[in-house]
C-alpha cells in the first residue's frame, strides 16, 4: 500500500483536511498521513475547519498536530505540501523527496492536463507520479500558483474558501490516481452538497 504526506505550516487546516478527504477517496488504497513544518504538537483542529469538514461528513476531532520528520518523508511515496513554502522546507530536510514533492495546486492542474497514470492499483499509479510530474510540472518549480491560502486564525470566510479549494483539488487527485470505481466514489464525494446546519 502506498503512503501519502500532506504538508503544510500548522498541521491544523489544510493538511489534515485534505489526508481525511483523501482517505475518503481512496479507503483502504492508500494509507494518508499529516504533518506540519512548524506544528505545535498535539493542538486540535481549529473548530471553524472541524465546521468544513463535518459538512462533508468527515470528523476532524481525533487529529493532533504533528511536526515533520525524516522518517515520514523517507516512509512516503508522494509528498503533497499545500503551499511552496513547505516544499522547499521538504526538499532542504530531505533533498532526495524532492523528486516525489508536488505542491496539491500543481498536481491537481496535472491531473486535469494529462490522462492518468499507468497501472492496476493505486500503489502502482502513484509510483508513476513523480516522473510525470518531473516532465509536466517543471515550468511550475519554484512558483506559489498553486498556493492555497492559509484559514488559520482569518474569518469563516476564509476557512470556507480554503475548505473548498482543497475539496476539490483532492477530488481531481483522487480521481485522477484511483483505479475502477474508485474514480466514481471520488466524483460523488466531490458531487456531494455542503450541508451548513
Not at 480521481?175 to 474508485?182: C, H, K, N, P, Q
Amino acid at each position: 500500500m502506498a503512503t501519502v504526506l500532506m504538508v503544510c505550516s500548522g498541521n491544523l487546516c489544510r493538511s489534515p483536511a485534505a489526508a481525511l478527504l483523501l482517505q475518503t477517496h481512496l479507503p483502504d488504497q492508500v494509507e494518508v498521513i499529516s504533518a506540519g513544518t512548524a506544528a505545535n504538537e498535539g493542538d486540535a483542529i481549529p473548530r471553524q475547519m472541524r465546521k468544513e469538514l463535518r459538512a462533508n461528513g468527515l470528523d476532524g476531532r481525533a487529529h493532533r498536530a504533528r511536526r515533520i520528520t525524516r522518517a515520514m518523508v523517507d516512509r512516503a511515496d508522494l509528498i503533497i505540501p499545500m503551499a511552496q513554502r513547505q516544499r522547499q522546507y521538504v526538499a532542504l530536510m530531505t533533498p532526495d523527496a524532492s523528486e516525489r514533492t508536488f505542491v496539491l495546486g500543481h498536481l491537481a492542474a496535472l491531473a486535469q492536463a494529462v490522462p492518468p497514470p499507468p497501472g492496476e492499483s493505486v500503489a502502482e499509479r502513484i509510483a508513476r507520479v513523480p516522473a510525470m510530474g518531473a516532465h509536466h510540472l517543471q515550468d511550475m518549480v519554484g512558483s506559489r500558483s498553486g498556493d492555497i491560502p492559509d484559514p488559520y486564525g482569518g474569518k469563516a470566510a476564509e476557512y470556507q474558501a480554503s475548505y473548498r479549494i482543497i475539496r476539490d483539488m483532492v477530488s481531481t487527485v483522487a480521481g485522477w490516481i484511483s483505479v475502477g470505481d474508485t474514480a466514481g466514489v471520488a466524483q460523488q464525494a466531490h458531487d456531494a452538497p455542503l450541508d451548513r446546519r
